[in-house]
């Protein structure tokens, strides 16, 4: 390699080798010897913008070698490309040593990852929404070594779309948040782990409405919370750890308020509150 030279390296896809074309990760080793100067080489998925990190680092020693292991993208063609930053030419030697296969199976909607795993204290619960449909359907680990039992949680005639995720709860159940695609509201089930069965839904699903987008966290005292921000850019928060049939309450945050930005919807919390599958509940 020559001290500033940039090459694309073709590390999956290529005759004779067993990595596929569309793995999602390459484990490499990568190896300089005998640099003329000191420097440092930059590696990343070619077709893509330059990381602005190095990769590995050396010294300007003629007898020098240095080697460090990666785990890599390929880019277009299968090709990573490694640009040097050096001060003397040197020696390269790259080794490809495993691979990691693309998921297959997984859904998405509009661009948006679809599938998400939560860890209840009973066992794990999947969920995903089907990208032909588009709606969400859930199924629990039976813990026996068979595949989990899917089944359709969201209403008929009902379409959803990302963001999408679940949150763990207190007494092995979760909560299951998605967006439904015709008016953006956020809809959310508390559920219970079922391993191995369908989960009952009737009597236990309970609706929540946002015009934003809401995001889900375990605080460090296990209990799962959502957050979202309403159209004067005040923050809000839910205990999602409440069982149906009582009906949790957004509150806002003592966080300041940011400037509303232009065309944002009216107030998501107020249009929660006349939401007419709303009537008798209370919400703030």
Request: hydrophobic share 40%; glycine share 12%.
């Given at each position: 390699?020559?001290?500033t030279?940039?090459i694309?390296?073709?590390?999956a896809?290529?005759?004779?080798?067993?990595?596929?074309?569309?793995?999602?990760?390459?484990?490499?080793?990568?190896?300089?010897?005998?640099?003329?100067?000191?420097?440092?080489?930059?590696?990343?998925p070619?077709?893509?913008?330059?990381?602005?990190?190095?990769y590995?680092?050396?010294?300007s020693?003629?007898?020098?070698?240095r080697?460090?292991?990666?785990?890599?993208?390929?880019?277009?063609?299968?090709?990573?490309?490694?640009?040097?930053?050096?001060?003397?030419?040197?020696?390269?030697?790259?080794?490809?040593?495993?691979?990691f296969?693309?998921?297959?199976?997984?859904?998405s909607?509009?661009g948006?990852?679809?599938f998400?795993?939560v860890?209840?204290?009973?066992?794990?619960?999947?969920?995903?929404?089907?990208?032909?449909?588009?709606?969400?359907?859930?199924?629990c680990?039976?813990?026996?070594?068979?595949?989990?039992?899917?089944?359709v949680?969201?209403?008929?005639?009902?379409?959803?779309?990302?963001?999408?995720?679940?949150?763990a709860?207190?007494?092995?159940?979760?909560?299951?948040?998605?967006?439904?695609?015709?008016?953006?509201?956020?809809?959310?089930?508390?559920?219970?782990?079922?391993?191995?069965?369908?989960?009952?839904?009737?009597?236990?699903?309970?609706?929540?409405?946002s015009?934003?987008?809401?995001?889900?966290?375990?605080?460090p005292?296990?209990?799962?919370?959502?957050f979202t921000a309403?159209g004067?850019?005040?923050?809000w928060?839910?205990?999602?750890?409440?069982?149906?049939?009582?009906q949790?309450?957004?509150?806002?945050?003592d966080?300041?308020a940011?400037?509303?930005?232009?065309?944002n919807?009216?107030?998501?919390?107020?249009h929660?509150r006349?939401h007419?599958?709303?009537?008798?509940h209370?919400?703030?």
């Amino acid at each position: 390699m020559t001290a500033t030279k940039k090459i694309d390296i073709q590390i999956a896809g290529y005759a004779g080798s067993s990595i596929p074309a569309n793995a999602a990760g390459v484990f490499v080793n990568l190896e300089i010897f005998a640099p003329k100067g000191g420097g440092s080489i930059r590696i990343y998925p070619t077709g893509q913008a330059a990381n602005t990190a190095s990769y590995i680092n050396f010294t300007s020693d003629g007898t020098y070698d240095r080697s460090s292991g990666a785990i890599v993208v390929p880019g277009e063609g299968g090709k990573i490309t490694v640009e040097g930053a050096a001060n003397g030419d040197f020696w390269m030697s790259l080794q490809t040593l495993a691979y990691f296969a693309a998921p297959s199976g997984y859904a998405s909607a509009g661009g948006t990852p679809a599938f998400s795993v939560v860890h209840t204290s009973l066992g794990d619960c999947y969920g995903y929404l089907d990208p032909a449909a588009s709606n969400v359907r859930v199924g629990c680990d039976p813990q026996d070594g068979t595949e989990p039992i899917y089944a359709v949680i969201s209403p008929a005639g009902h379409t959803f779309r990302g963001p999408f995720s679940m949150v763990a709860r207190p007494g092995g159940r979760y909560v299951v948040v998605a967006t439904h695609a015709p008016d953006g509201e956020v809809w959310t089930w508390d559920l219970p782990y079922s391993p191995g069965a369908p989960p009952v839904t009737t009597a236990v699903r309970t609706f929540r409405y946002s015009r934003t987008p809401v995001a889900t966290a375990t605080l460090p005292t296990g209990a799962p919370v959502g957050f979202t921000a309403d159209g004067q850019g005040r923050f809000w928060a839910i205990d999602l750890s409440i069982a149906a049939p009582e009906q949790p309450r957004w509150k806002p945050l003592d966080i300041p308020a940011l400037a509303p930005a232009a065309g944002n919807e009216a107030d998501g919390v107020e249009h929660a509150r006349r939401h007419p599958a709303l009537r008798g509940h209370e919400h703030r």
